[in-house]
Nanobody, 127 residues
Framework: QAQFVESGGGLVQSGGSLRLSCEAS????????IGWFRQAPEKEREGVSG????????YYADSVKGRFTISRDNAKNTVWLQMDNLTPEDTAVYYC????????????????????WGQGTQVTVSS
């Protein structure tokens, strides 16, 4: 079964950092753009970052630009999201998924265009 497994979440104080990992199983990420999404309680899912197949094409939502860094290693079949200077507003469950129709990202990842969702990893930032 093709899916991602997210890890690396946890509880961190405001201003702290976390590095989320997103490892694919059952398929190879090298062919697809990958997106990171998050969903906070009682809020809609938000596309926060995306990366194209080569790694040189990236997107960041304004809310995370300058604080989050997305990267990928196709040989390891893994994508990461480095999150620095976290704030309580970053508290959410974070997910990654693959866009099976695109190799590049241009703008916010749109959830229904993405597949192979994992279970997510909880990020909680205390003030």
């Amino acid at each position: 079964q093709a899916q991602f497994v997210e890890s690396g979440g946890g509880l961190v104080q405001s201003g702290g950092s976390l590095r989320l990992s997103c490892e694919a199983s059952g398929f190879f990420i090298q062919y697809y753009a990958i997106g990171w999404f998050r969903q906070a309680p009682e809020k809609e899912r938000e596309g926060v970052s995306g990366i194209g197949t080569s790694g040189g094409n990236t997107y960041y939502a304004d809310s995370v630009k300058g604080r989050f860094t997305i990267s990928r290693d196709n040989a390891k079949n893994t994508v990461w999201l480095q999150m620095d200077n976290l704030t309580p507003e970053d508290t959410a469950v974070y997910y990654c998924a693959a866009n099976l129709m695109r190799t590049r990202v241009s703008g916010s990842p749109i959830g229904h265009e993405y597949s192979y969702w994992g279970q997510g990893t909880q990020v909680t930032v205390s003030s």
